[in-house]
C-alpha cells in the first residue's frame, strides 16, 4: 500500500535485526528507506532512535535489488572482495555477510554450494574501464581464472571463480 511522503510504516526483520523506515513517492513509485542495525534486545521506536550509520536508499520498482551467493568461508570470501573489488562488508553472525558494492546490496550465506554456470546459475558480469588490470587484481586477491579474456559483440570479457568456486565475469567495452 503506498502511502504519501511523509508517512512511514515500520518494519522489523528479526533474520537481521533490520529496522527500516519507509517512504513511499507514489507519483513515482520509488521507495526511500532509511535503516539501522540492531541487537535482539534493543527497542525501536523512531521517535527516539538514533542510527549510528544511517544508510539511506532509493529503491526502484521491479529492479535488481539484492544478491545473494552461497559462501563455505565467510572470512575468506569477504577479504577476497574486500582487495579486489573494494567492496564493504556488515557480518550478522558466523551464517551471514552483507555487502555492498558502491551501488548494489547483497550477501553471502554459509553454504558448502556453489553458483557456477556450469550448474545452471545465473552470471553475475562486473563492468571494468581496464579489464586486464582487474583480471590481475582478482588473481592477485585469491580468485581463479576460468575463461581468458575473450570478445564479443560489444566488448571483451573474462570469467573467474571467486574463492569459494562462485563463477562471476568482468567485461569492458574498452
Sequence with gaps: MDAPIGDAKTAINLRFFLLTRTFVDSTSSNVAVFCGIFTQNQTADFDT???????????TDQKIDYLELPAKDLKVVQAFYEKAFDWTFTSYGDEYIAFNDGSIDGGFYKSNLSSTTE????????????????????????GTVIKEIFSFPGGRRF????????????????
Design 49 to 59: 532512535i538514533s542510527f549510528s550509520q544511517p544508510k539511506f536508499i532509493m529503491q
Design 119 to 142: 550448474h545452471g546459475a545465473a552470471l553475475i558480469v562486473f563492468y571494468a574501464i581496464d579489464l586486464e588490470a582487474t583480471r590481475e587484481k582478482v588473481k592477485s586477491s585469491g
Design 159 to 174: 570469467q573467474f571463480l571467486d574463492p569459494n568456486g562462485n563463477e562471476l565475469g568482468v567485461w569492458s567495452d574498452k
